[in-house]
């Protein structure tokens, strides 16, 4: 029996990801700078860019104010308009840089109350700059010595509810909007507070634990107590405490001590009880009135909702874990019918006789994630558009059209699309305007919910004939998701109470009633003659579908209650002083970012191992360095990753394979490898899946190092293959390939074939299944394919030759042709998601698998037996610093031939920095 001890990268068995660029199309570049500021921007984005400048000063300008500590250097501005929806990081390594998205946020829940969404985006990200950037005592010293290195920033490597709860508090200034509240007063009635030890566990955002964002919720309304029970002095002071600080995360408590007197656990069990207190009240006032819904659905998801003035129920159903559906509600039997699966809709309609229309995110050859329309017919998707981003749909009412909605380069459009895919522009607006949810009424006339610039979300008319919106309502509250009942009468949800609920207005005398009464909120009103109101109501485990058969008014509303304050007379951002317009240079910025040390270790090796990776601000340069030196053997590798545009990409590598002696029966015969790989690639992409097309060219060099037997160390092959490769991806857990082959050089002549099947399957219980399938075959003359060991090259695209075999020695079976086979049953055991207090450790999810593989190789006049390998593993997700993920993985795998299978015992850690 061996034991092997891996302690680095894991490498999981699914092709790598591809980089990513932000110069889509070639565009020009060009940057600007302030004061304090540097921004990167594409040149037709001139003014945005000097608006952003304008905005991001007078944020550091508020910033100064209520921090201690300011950052030195300047922080770069990178613009983006690559996705179609909001967002924005901030990173301080190696230089303090933010993105920012010109797209407004695809969902109004996420930007209610937000006037000002660019200032509102600059002040989140740089607050975490601000915050991040914190130094003192021996960090300062350290800093000034060695440099921006990750350890001298305490702040980054702090609980991730600290950072983002602290850039909430700022960006909002204290007042959390009604979405917000609603989670946290649905935390406070589940009667299930989460403790410190789960909140600092939350790494990242993960849509398969509630409430979405929890780290950002509880991080808020946490930081908001620190403030106002001990002042923003205290708070102050901890920051500073805590920043100088060289080991980060053991001092927290320390810190805490220093500034508020006690550790942050009993000012947690402080927090949690001042939660109970200060929702006490609005839970009472909730509970008063009942309008007798029923549930409709048991399970929580999260649903886009349509019906085409039918009697059936159309939804999109998604519950981030098993993915998202199709789905009509059969009122007879109370249950769903299945139509498709597809994930990544943001808008969904039906039209009796032209059937279902989608706004699916698809992400193209530039790794761009815009929106598109498919239309579902007979079981069958259509493509209706290519790379128009259109994320709001309608069907006209004759159905030989849709109405789509969009934003480009930060401008707002309406379009008409028919279904033989003519586009006309109907409307555009200015910056500032955002259109959210749409409707048709019976009558074809379009309403939706618009923001202007200092206002909040207000219903609008459509005016076709003079191509504006005229206001139906005026009020400061948000007015979104809107469906007709019939002519005249409007469903939507808003918040005019601070809570989220159904309303009906009637379109010609304004009258308003409210119809739910749920102590979260409502939302996505549909209305079906059969069921009457159907909604969703957000409870503190999700979405859950409901109805009303006999709907009447719980209150009427006065509109005139919520007029809008008028804040077009605010004073604009003062302009900045600014420098001249250059073009952009990204070779300064191009400096590592993310950093791994790790060490593995078998029976063979035992490898020290230090990486680097970074790219650009523009990321049109990315590489990656990865050096090993093996203390064993004395030997050095290394690997040098290279990528440009998306485009194309270079991998030169040395490494070294231990192979098995049959004198010996021993892996005492080492051998080197030195391989290059060109490739480059084009993927055509459709629904839910995409369809790449890549060239490529494969060099390694072979020499026998070491043999015990007195094999020449001298002898050498190379190989040099050019070739094409045909990828596919469904991006719902199947991928296959069919790569081809030719020598072109070296000490092989010939031609390759080489072709592989994966796939994996969530099953009920938290069960998973994985397959991988996977063939070749080579000319007579043309280097052979080696079968055995852990780990194999089903995750290079060109030269493979090494398949994995588990139970197996590396080189078990050599041939001209090969079969492997695998199958994976996992379970997830138990999902821990807790830290060790605010100690920088944690535990996030246990999980098991257990295998079966079988592979043979062969040449054309001799057959080998096949071999059969078993074997199961434990993976313990471990993690580091907050969120750092480290898998642990405990393996056992078994040949089971009694001559050539082995007995392999492992344990495999990643860590990466």
Known sequence: MGLMMYFGMYTPTILAEEPVALNKGGHQWLMQQSQHFIVHFRSDWVQFAAHSLDIAEKVHQDLASQFSQMPTDKTHLILEDDEDSNNGNAIPIPSPHIHLSLHPPRNILNSEGNEKRLDSLIRHEYTHIVHMEFNDRAVTRARDIFGRQLLFFPHFLTPHFLREGLAIYIEKQGYYDSFFAMQMRMEVVSGQLADLSQVANQVVVDNSLLPAGIAYLYGAYFIDYLTKTYGEEAFQHFLTDYSGYLIPGFFLNRSARHAFGKDFFALWEEFRADLITQFSDQIAQSKEHSSGAQSLDSQPFSYLLANGESDQLLAWRNNYVDGGHLAMWDSEKNQWHYLSTINGLTSLDTHPQQGIVVSQKNQNQEEQKFNDLYRYVDGQWQSLTEQQRFTQVRWSLDGQSVFATRHKHGLPELWNVTLDGQQTRLWQGSFGWIIGDMALSPTGEIYASIQQPFSAWNIMRFEQKEQSWLAVTETSATEHQLSFIKEGELLFSADYNGHYQIYRMDLTSLQVEQLTNEVGGAFSPQWIASQGLIYQAYEHDGYHLRHI????????????????????????????????????????????????????????????????????????????????????????????????????????????????????????????????????????????????????????????????????????????????????????????????????????????????????????????????????????????????????????????????????????????AYTTQSITLSHLIYRVNRNWDVWPIGFGAISGSVFINSGSSWNDNQRYQALTGVGAAVQIETIGFYFYQLPVIIGYNHGLDSQLGKDQVYIKLSAQF
């Open 549 to 816: 058969h006999a709907v009447t008014a719980l209150n009427d509303v006065s509109l005139s209650s919520y007029a809008t304050v008028n804040e077009a007379s605010s004073a604009p951002i003062s302009t900045t002083e600014k420098s001249e317009i250059t073009e952009d240079s990204q070779l300064p910025t191009l400096t590592g970012q993310d950093w791994t040390s790790a060490w593995q270790s078998d029976d063979n090796q035992s490898l020290v191992i230090f990486e680097i990776s970074g790219s650009d601000n523009l990321e049109r340069h990315q590489y990656g360095i990865q050096a090993a030196w093996d203390t064993k053997n004395t030997l050095g590798s290394y690997q040098l990753d290279y990528a440009y545009e998306d485009l194309w990409q270079a991998i030169l590598s040395r490494e070294h394979e231990f192979n098995l002696n049959p004198l010996t029966n021993k892996e005492d015969r080492i051998v080197r490898q030195d391989n290059l790989t060109l490739k480059s690639d084009y993927s055509l992409h459709g629904i839910d899946d995409d369809l790449t097309f890549g060239v490529g060219t494969y060099w390694q060099k072979v020499s026998l190092i070491k043999s015990p037997q007195g094999t020449s160390s001298a002898q050498a092959s190379d190989e040099w293959l050019a070739g094409t490769a045909l990828q596919w991806d469904d991006k719902l857990g199947h991928y296959a390939d069919l790569v081809w082959e030719q020598n072109v050089g070296g000490n092989y002549s010939g031609q390759k074939w080489q072709a592989q099947w994966m796939a994996h399957w969530n099953l009920p219980g938290s069960f998973s299944l994985s397959t991988h399938l996977a063939a070749g075959y080579a000319d007579s003359k043309a280097k052979p394919f080696k079968l055995g060991g852990y780990e194999g090259d089903q995750i290079k695209l060109y030269g493979r030759h090494q398949l994995a075999l588990s139970g197996y020695s590396y080189g078990a079976q050599v041939g001209q």
